[in-house]
Every structure is written in C-alpha cells, then in structure tokens.
C-alpha cells in the first residue's frame, strides 16, 4: 500500500512549511500548493487521500476548488480558515469540505483532525476482507483466519497486523507502520518495537529467531507469510470455522485461508 498523500494548500509558506514538516513527522507525504492552478495541478497528478485547504487563494475561489475536487476525485477535505463566522464554516461543508479549523489553531487539534479525517478515508476506500493466501483479514468483524489455530489478538496487535499485511511484503519504516495502524497515535515510533514483540510471541514458533515478522535493518519491518509458523499446541477444541467467502467447508480443499480464526480481545 503506498503512503498516504496529503495536499497542502496555504498561501502563508511559513504556516504551508510548518504544517508539511509536522506531517512528514508522522509519515505521510506532503504536496505543497500556494495557488489554485498548482493546486489543480498537484491534485491531478498526487491523487491525495486528504487535502488541507485555505479557501483565500490568490487566482481563485477556494469553495469552489473544494466542490471541484469532490466532483472528480473526492478525497477528504480539511478546510483551515481565518472566516471565523457560521455562514463561512457552513458554506465550506457545503461545499464539499469533510471539517472546518478555524485560525488560528494549536498544531496538536490540526493533527488530531487530520489523523481522524485519514481513519474516515482509510475505512472508505480500505477492503473489507484482506486476502493473503494463508491469511484472510476480516476489517469489519476484526477477526483474522491462519491455518487451524485459533489465537487472541488486541486491538493493537490485530491493527498491526493488518498494517504489515496490506503492505504485502514491502518493508515499513515504524513511522508509517504507527500511521497506518494507530493514526490518532502521537507516540513515539519506537513503540512499534513493543508492538510488534507481542505480536510475534502469538505467530512464531520461536520469537527470539522470527520469520514471519521480519526486521529490515536500517528500514523497519515486513511480513513474510511464506516463513509463517505458528505454536503447535491444541485449537482449544474450536475447529475450523466455516469458510465467509464461500470457499466450501474446511477441510474440503476450499483453501487454507479458512482453516483458522485468531479472534480479537477487548484488551
């Protein structure tokens, strides 16, 4: 999955620059615009997911740059706005624009509301089942089918693990995989190390030698479910659950996909 594109347009480059860099911190790219036309340009060729829009441009109307990108590439929309009153947050929303952050703002509420508007953008366009071969991710019900056994996950451990497996195979740094699997974290990406030692205590076989969730030296992490190996002790009597796609029972050579659940735990 590639990173997660933001657009940036804002007239004030000390604000355009601070915004970007704050961003970058947390692993996304940055597409920085001072006018309509660069901003018609960057959005054509980037395809943003999010866009942060300052509707005073300089060639242009910013509103209907907003209902412009709605028509054509509907991406999330965060609009920035020294227009302090109602009529101006409103007539942005109906525009197009998915928030309002009126100026001047603490960098701590921008980053909140830009990492909610990318959860609301990522659960609008992400698969509702990830299929891996040997694993088969269910993002709805937030449950995962590996083999025959059936292990607990926290919410954590499972969004981690979704995080490596939609990359498929491709090594993530720890700031894009604490974006792509705890967008609202502002921890430090060091604690993806803590995350990712739980997880692999539940998949290896032997956890101090790991296969399956492989570290990437000066890069980060990647999953290799060629390598996956799981513990050998009993199913807890489960079984098999049936297969949700409709492979055909388990058991039957409709694919190893359905052969176990690891569910999710509360904690």
């Given amino acids: 999955m590639a990173p997660i594109s933001i657009q940036i347009i804002e007239t004030n480059p000390h604000l355009r620059s601070l915004l970007g ?12 615009s001072a006018t309509l036309q660069q901003a018609r340009d960057v959005a054509q060729a980037q395809r ?43 007539a942005a929303l109906r525009a197009g624009a998915d928030d309002y952050l009126r100026k001047p703002f603490g960098m701590q509420e921008f980053l909140a509301r830009v990492q909610a508007l990318v959860r609301r953008g990522r659960s609008r366009s ?19 089918w590996l083999f025959e056994r059936s292990i607990e996950l ?4 499972f969004s981690l693990l979704y995080a490596l497996a939609q990359a498929g195979g491709v090594p993530l740094s720890r700031a894009e995989i604490l974006q792509r699997a705890w967008p609202e ?4 990406p060091r604690t993806v190390d803590t995350h990712v030692l739980s997880l692999r205590k539940k998949l290896e076989a032997d956890p101090r030698q790991p296969s399956t969730i492989q570290t990437v030296r000066n890069v980060g992490y990647r999953l290799n479910l060629e390598r996956l190996e799981l513990h050998r002790e009993p199913t807890n009597g ?30």
């Fill in 126 to 144: 992400a698969p509702a089942l990830l299929d891996c071969g040997v694993l088969r991710i269910d993002l709805i019900q937030r449950r995962v």
């Fill in 48 to 90: 943003p997911m999010l866009v942060v829009l300052d509707p005073d441009l300089p060639d242009g109307d910013g509103l209907e740059f907003c209902a412009w990108l709605q028509r054509v590439q509907q991406p999330m929309v965060l609009m920035i706005s020294a227009r302090s009153g109602e009529a101006d947050a409103v």
């Fill in 154 to 157: 926290t919410p954590q451990e």
């Fill in 21 to 32: 860099w704050h961003l970058q911190q947390l692993g996304y790219v940055v597409c920085p």
């Fill in 238 to 267: 489960h079984g098999p659950p049936p297969n949700p796609v409709g492979g055909g029972p388990a058991g039957s050579g409709g694919g190893a996909l359905s052969r176990s659940m690891l569910s999710v735990s509360s904690g």
């Fill in 185 to 188: 974290s502002i921890d430090n």
